[in-house]
T-cell receptor, first 112, second 113 residues
Framework: GQNIDQPTEMTATEGAIVQINCTYQTSGFNGLFWYQQHAGEAPTFLSYNVLDGLEEKGRFSSFLSRSKGYSYLLLKELQMKDSASYLCAAPLNAGNNRKLIWGLGTSLAVNP | DAGITQSPRHKVTETGTPVTLRCHQTENHRYMYWYRQDPGHGLRLIHYSYGVKDTDKGEVSDGYSVSRSKTEDFLLTLESATSSQTSVYFC????????????FGPGTRLTVL
């Protein structure tokens, strides 16, 4: 079957680094997404990895290992505004409908 | 900003009443999606559309119907609302390019009493 797993909750301290992990099982592979969702708001796109390795975008980086079915989102120099839910998602490969399968999200609390 | 609006943003209704939520986009995107999001369940796909009058069911479609008579509008209807349909509803689009990235509207918070 197809499945995405990520931890439910994490806590970190302002200024620190946190790594949010995601493991996935999909029938094929066509990339992996990370989204950020603040409480009461819509998810917003953070990153998309299709090749192995680390991609950096400012304070946020995303890593992918296709052979291990594993990804992580790395947040550096944490700020209070980074307190949010982080969703991992991957494309379903059934037909040409561009559907995504979603993890349940990791709720990150950044403490002062 | 993917030019997506949802209306209404908040609605309170009573069990048994019909409810229609509207998703409107201004950039001619082909693919549109309706999700609901509930604590402990994450985002769940209700219905999606891959063009005008082309729609299909998602994983939680029971009790919901959709229509897409114009590219820019994707309507979600609860024919007879139930308390279990109290949720936050998000519309999303995928741009009409070679990408699966989805962009979301601001959401509608629906309460069924």
């Amino acid at each position: 079957g197809q499945n995405i797993d990520q931890p439910t909750e994490m806590t970190a301290t302002e200024g620190a680094i946190v790594q949010i992990n995601c493991t996935y099982q999909t029938s094929g592979f066509n990339g992996l997404f990370w989204y950020q969702q603040h409480a009461g708001e819509a998810p917003t796109f953070l990153s998309y990895n299709v090749l192995d390795g680390l991609e950096e975008k400012g304070r946020f980086s995303s890593f992918l290992s296709r052979s291990k079915g594993y990804s992580y989102l790395l947040l550096k120099e944490l700020q209070m505004k980074d307190s949010a839910s982080y969703l991992c998602a991957a494309p379903l490969n059934a037909g040409n409908n561009r559907k995504l399968i979603w993890g349940l999200g990791t709720s990150l609390a950044v403490n002062p | 900003d993917a030019g997506i609006t949802q209306s209404p943003r908040h609605k309170v209704t009573e069990t048994g009443t019909p409810v229609t939520l509207r998703c409107h986009q201004t950039e001619n995107h082909r693919y549109m999606y309706w999700y609901r999001q509930d604590p402990g369940h994450g985002l769940r796909l209700i219905h999606y559309s891959y063009g005008v009058k082309d729609t299909d069911k998602g994983e939680v479609s029971d009790g919901y119907s959709v229509s897409r008579s114009k590219t820019e509008d994707f309507l979600l209807t609860l024919e007879s609302a139930t308390s279990s349909q109290t949720s936050v509803y998000f519309c999303a689009i995928t741009p009409s390019t070679n990408t699966d990235t989805q962009y979301f509207g601001p959401g509608t918070r629906l309460t069924v009493l």
